[in-house]
């Protein structure tokens, strides 16, 4: 079996039609294909894969970004979208209706949980949040008319770990479907379908695209459950990725493997030198010491392989905290994660803000937090230029 650094670089290249052989896969920036008869009308659309008509029915970049994404979430098929919230909402859409219960991680991305708390409430959709930490509280939020559980494998921005394994055995206990968003974490780190979930869902948008010039979002699930989303999503919906950004992700995508295990390297290196450091109150990180669900973590996660965020605690003074923020070199402040370079963000400020203050300290959060999603510099840079700004706490 080869690798998957290699199987990125060679997966489908290749598409139904095609006699050129292009190294690189070209963009079809059409919105239609067209056919020259009655007999080839018949033989496109009589075919049981969809083939490429309009856009909204299918695109070769997208088909050839999906086979990578099921190749990655080792799921059987996926679809891709035009975000990652997209991708959540048409889950939502096909598998809820009024009078449906879902059973919601309270650590969560914050669009996740307006969706849910602002749109589906109003269609008579109730959600429960409770801390998938412990186990427990999941069991005890389920009800008989629970159909969707919903949980990122790792917490923003805290990093607190979700046991898919055992919330996949409760969800399917009461008939519910358990969706998963592998965002920070990535199929690399960890692949969710094979621990029992439903759905995986993934914002392209961040590692797997990589290069922070494109949108995207993608759900792995069944055959099945993709092809009945499928009509939903695309066909009433509209909600796919455009071929120039499904390009983009899948020129990204083949690079993953590279970039992502050097920036999960420079993350434990980072977490282990921001762990040391006197003006450094807590580190959040799954490789640190200190890291609560160390046991967890090692049945999850293997190889050192967890995720390039982390967050840190210092100073609560804003001034020093702005201060650190002028002083590095390199990182900048950017509402997003999962670029090549390191960017920085401030939770209190931006995620949580909407959290009050009382809230949010339970949580660990405070406005002395700053997250981290660590780039592919050379370490030893980034280092020294961590070193040099944590200074501005003293
Ligand atoms: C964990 C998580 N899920 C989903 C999203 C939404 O992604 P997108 O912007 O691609 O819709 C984000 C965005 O930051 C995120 O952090």
Same mark, same amino acid.
Request: with cysteine; aromatic share 8%; proline share 2%.
């Given at each position: 079996?080869?690798d998957i650094?290699t199987?990125?670089?060679?997966s489908?290249?290749?598409?139904?039609?095609?006699?050129?052989?292009?190294d690189?896969?070209p963009?079809?920036?059409?919105? !239609?294909y067209?056919m020259?008869?009655?007999?080839?009308?018949g033989?496109?659309y009589?075919?049981?894969e969809r083939?490429f008509?309009?856009?909204?029915?299918?695109?070769p970049?997208?088909?050839?970004?999906?086979s990578?994404?099921t190749?990655?979430?080792?799921g *059987?098929?996926?679809?891709c979208y035009?975000?990652?919230?997209s991708a959540?909402?048409?889950?939502?859409i096909?598998e809820?209706k009024?009078?449906?219960? /879902? +059973?919601c991680?309270?650590?969560?991305?914050g669009?996740t949980?307006?969706l849910?708390q602002e749109v589906?409430e109003?269609?008579?959709?109730?959600?429960?949040?409770?801390d998938?930490t412990? +186990?427990?509280n999941?069991?005890?939020?389920v009800r008989?008319n629970?159909?969707v559980?919903?949980?990122? +494998?790792?917490?923003?921005?805290t990093?607190?770990?979700?046991?898919?394994?055992s919330?996949?055995d409760?969800?399917?206990?009461?008939?519910a479907?358990l969706?998963i968003d592998?965002?920070?974490t990535?199929?690399l780190?960890?692949?969710?379908?094979?621990?029992?979930?439903?759905?995986?869902?993934n914002s392209?948008t961040?590692?797997?695209?990589g290069?922070?010039?494109?949108?995207?979002?993608? !759900?792995?699930?069944?055959?099945e459950?993709?092809?009945?989303?499928f009509?939903?999503?695309?066909?009433?919906g509209?909600?796919?990725?455009?071929?120039?950004?499904?390009w983009?992700i899948?020129r990204?995508v083949?690079?993953?493997?590279?970039?992502?295990?050097?920036q999960m390297e420079?993350?434990c290196k980072?977490?282990?030198?921001l762990?040391?450091?006197e003006l450094?109150?807590?580190?959040?990180?799954p490789?640190?010491a200190?890291?609560?669900?160390?046991?967890?973590?090692d049945e999850m996660?293997?190889?050192d392989?967890?995720?390039?965020?982390?967050?840190f605690v210092?100073? *609560?003074?804003m001034?020093?905290?702005?201060?650190?923020?002028?002083?590095?070199q390199?990182a900048?402040?950017?509402p997003?994660?999962?670029?090549?370079?390191?960017?920085?963000s401030?939770p209190?400020t931006?995620?949580h803000?909407?959290?009050p203050d009382?809230?949010?300290r339970?949580?660990?959060i405070t406005?002395g937090?700053i997250? +981290?999603? /660590?780039?592919m510099?050379?370490i030893?840079?980034l280092?020294?230029d961590f *070193?040099?700004?944590?200074e501005?706490f003293?």
């Open positions: 079996m080869s650094m199987d990125l670089l060679y489908e290249k290749q598409i139904d039609g095609m006699d050129l052989k292009p690189s896969f963009i079809f920036q059409s919105t !239609v067209t020259s008869d009655m007999d080839e009308v033989e496109v009589g075919k049981k083939g008509t309009y856009i909204r029915r299918g695109n970049n997208r088909t050839v970004l999906e990578a994404i190749m990655l979430e080792k *059987e098929a996926s679809l035009g975000s990652c919230m959540i909402l048409s889950i939502m096909k809820l009024a009078g449906d219960h /879902v +059973v991680n309270s650590h969560i991305y669009e949980k307006h849910l589906f109003k269609f008579g959709v109730e959600t429960t949040y409770t998938f412990d +186990v427990s999941v069991k005890a939020a008989e629970t159909k559980m919903f949980s990122e +494998v790792l917490s923003n921005p990093l607190r770990l979700a046991d898919v394994k919330i996949a409760i969800a399917h206990n009461v008939g479907v969706v592998n965002t920070f990535t199929p780190a960890f692949a969710p379908f094979t621990a029992g979930a439903d759905y995986v869902v392209l961040k590692y797997i695209n290069h922070n010039d494109a949108s995207g979002g993608s !759900v792995t699930a069944s055959k459950k993709i092809d009945a989303l009509d939903t999503a695309l066909m009433c509209g909600l796919f990725t455009s071929p120039f950004d499904a983009l899948h990204g083949q690079t993953l493997a590279v970039r992502l295990e050097k420079n993350a980072l977490a282990a030198f762990e040391k450091h450094v109150d807590k580190v959040y990180h490789s640190a200190s890291y609560e669900q160390r046991s967890l973590a996660f293997k190889d392989k967890y995720t390039a965020i982390l967050s210092a100073s *609560e003074d001034n020093k905290v702005n201060e650190f923020m002028k002083r590095l390199y900048q402040y950017a997003t994660l999962g670029g090549i370079r390191t960017t920085l401030h209190v931006s995620s803000a909407s959290m009382a809230d949010r339970k949580i660990g406005p937090m997250r +981290v999603s /660590v780039g510099e050379n030893d840079d280092i020294k *070193e040099q700004a944590l501005a003293r």
